[in-house]
C-alpha cells in the first residue's frame, strides 16, 4: 500500500486553485478547415454549417477570426452533437478550385449550408459573437407553426406567401420532406402544418399541399407532384416563394445587386398596387424568358427618392420604370406603354445589345433615323447608377472584381 502523501497548506492551496480553474475553464472548439477531400462529407453530415471563405492576407478576414471561434465555442455547448451546427472555414489561396466552386467574390463570405446544400443567402449580419450565435440558433429554429384548428387558417397574414402542408402524421416520408424544404425556403414563405384529426378534412385524397398568394383574391393552388420526391417538391414550393418581380429594400439591396444581373425596376407608391399589378403581368408576358438575365424588381418611390432624382424624376412621376445596369440608370418612357406589345421586352433587349448605352451617349442608333435624314452625334453622359452603391462595401469586405460596363 503507498503511503499518503500529505501537501503543505500553500501547495494544497494551489492545487485547488489549479482544479477549479479546469473545471471552470471553457471547452475551446476547433474551427473544421475543409479542403477537396473533405468538403463534401463534412458538409452533407451536418445538419446545419456555417463556413467561413476567407483569405489569410485580408484584414476583414483576420478580424472576423476570434469572433467566428468564439461564437463557435458559444454554440457547441448548447448543441454538443458534432453534426448538429459544424463552424468551418475555407483558406481560398490554398483552395481556389473550392472558392470558384461557390462563387466566392469577396473576403470574408459566410455561407449557410444543410445537409451539404448552399443556401442563397449568406451571412450578412454584424459580426459579433452575439449575432453569430443568434443566427444559427435561428436556424435551428423549427420553422414550420404548427396548425391546432383548422379556424387558424382564416386568420393568417394575408399580405405573406404562404404554405400549408396537411399530413396523416408528423413521423412520415412526406412530412420530413416539407420540413427540409420548409428550413431552406422559411426567410421566403411562412410554413404551417396539421396533423392527424385536425389535417383530416383537408385530406380527402391523401397528404397534400396547399400554396396560399398574397391577398385575398388569388386562388389557392395544390402541389400535385410526389410528396417523397425532394426535388419536385422543392421547385414547386420555390416558384411560389420568389416571386418573378420582387421588392428591392434598403436590407435586401446587397444580396440582389451581388447576383450580378441588372436590375429592371417599376418605382411606384406603395399603395399603388395597380401599377405594380400591370407590371408583373407584363413582365411575366414579355420577359420569363430573360429571368436569367435581368432581375425584375419593384421600389418604394418615397423610400428611394435618391434614385428617382438621379433619373430627374420624383415621387410625384411615379410610376416609372428604368433600367439600373450597376453603370448607368436608363428610363423608360411614359409607364402606358408597357401595355404595348413587345415595348417593355425591345428596352430590356436594347440594354443587351449596347444600344441604350450608344444612344445615351452619341443620339440615336442610325438605323433608328428615316432614308437622308442627317445623324448628328450627339454627346450625352446617362445618369450613374445608384443602386451600386448598395453593393457590398470595401470597408466591410475585400472585393475580388469589378462588373463589366453595360
Not at 446545419?48 to 471561434?69: G, K, T
Not at 453569430?132 to 406567401?161: C, G, N
Not at 436569367?292 to 418611390?301: E, K, M, P, R
Request: glycine share 4%; proline share 6%.
Amino acid at each position: 500500500m503507498s503511503p499518503a502523501v500529505f501537501l503543505s497548506l500553500p501547495d494544497l492551496r494551489c492545487s485547488l486553485l489549479l482544479l477549479v480553474t479546469w473545471v471552470l475553464t471553457p471547452v475551446t472548439t476547433e474551427i473544421t478547415s475543409l479542403d477537396t477531400e473533405n468538403i463534401d462529407d463534412i458538409l452533407n453530415n451536418a445538419d446545419v454549417a456555417l463556413v467561413n471563405f476567407y483569405a489569410d492576407w485580408c484584414r476583414f478576414s483576420q478580424m472576423l477570426h476570434p469572433i467566428f471561434e468564439e461564437a463557435s465555442n458559444v454554440i457547441k455547448e448548447e448543441y454538443p452533437n458534432e453534426n448538429q451546427v459544424v463552424f468551418a472555414r475555407v483558406d481560398c489561396d490554398q483552395h481556389s478550385d473550392i472558392a470558384q466552386r461557390y462563387r466566392i467574390s469577396k473576403y470574408p463570405t459566410l455561407k449557410l449550408f444543410r445537409n451539404g446544400m448552399m443556401m442563397k443567402r449568406e451571412y450578412r449580419g454584424q459580426r459579433s459573437v452575439k449575432a453569430l450565435a443568434d443566427y444559427i440558433r435561428q436556424q435551428k429554429s423549427d420553422p414550420i407553426q404548427e396548425l391546432h384548428d383548422l379556424a387558424e387558417v382564416t386568420t393568417l397574414d394575408r399580405s405573406k406567401r404562404n404554405i400549408i402542408g396537411y399530413f396523416e402524421q408528423k413521423d412520415s416520408e412526406n412530412y420530413r420532406v416539407f420540413e427540409r424544404v420548409a428550413n431552406i425556403l422559411h426567410d421566403d414563405c411562412a410554413f404551417l402544418a396539421a396533423f392527424g384529426a385536425v389535417s383530416k378534412p383537408e385530406r380527402y385524397s391523401g397528404d397534400n399541399i396547399i400554396y396560399k398568394p398574397p391577398g385575398h383574391s388569388a386562388p389557392d393552388m395544390v402541389y400535385l407532384g410526389s410528396m417523397t420526391n425532394f426535388d419536385g417538391t422543392y421547385n414547386w414550393i420555390q416558384d411560389k416563394c420568389v416571386p418573378l418581380v420582387r421588392e428591392i429594400t434598403f436590407e435586401n439591396g446587397e444580396e440582389l445587386t451581388e447576383e450580378g444581373l441588372p436590375f429592371l425596376i417599376l418605382f411606384h407608391m406603395k399603395e399603388d398596387t395597380e401599377s405594380l399589378e400591370i407590371f408583373q403581368n407584363e413582365v411575366a408576358r414579355q420577359l420569363i424568358s430573360e429571368k436569367g438575365t435581368i432581375n425584375f424588381l419593384h421600389a418604394d418611390c418615397d423610400k428611394f427618392r435618391h434614385p428617382l432624382l438621379h433619373i430627374q424624376k420624383t415621387p410625384a412621376d411615379c410610376p416609372v420604370i428604368a433600367i439600373d445596369s450597376f453603370r448607368h440608370m436608363y428610363v423608360f418612357g411614359d409607364f402606358r406603354d408597357v401595355l404595348i406589345p413587345g415595348k417593355l421586352k425591345q428596352f430590356v433587349f436594347d440594354l443587351h445589345s449596347g444600344k441604350l448605352h450608344r444612344e445615351f451617349h452619341h443620339g440615336p442608333d442610325p438605323t433608328d433615323t428615316a432614308p437622308g435624314q442627317e445623324v448628328q452625334d450627339v454627346a450625352s453622359s446617362p445618369p450613374e447608377s445608384s443602386f451600386q452603391k448598395l453593393a457590398p462595401s470595401e470597408y466591410r469586405y475585400t472585393l475580388l472584381r469589378d462588373r463589366d460596363e453595360l
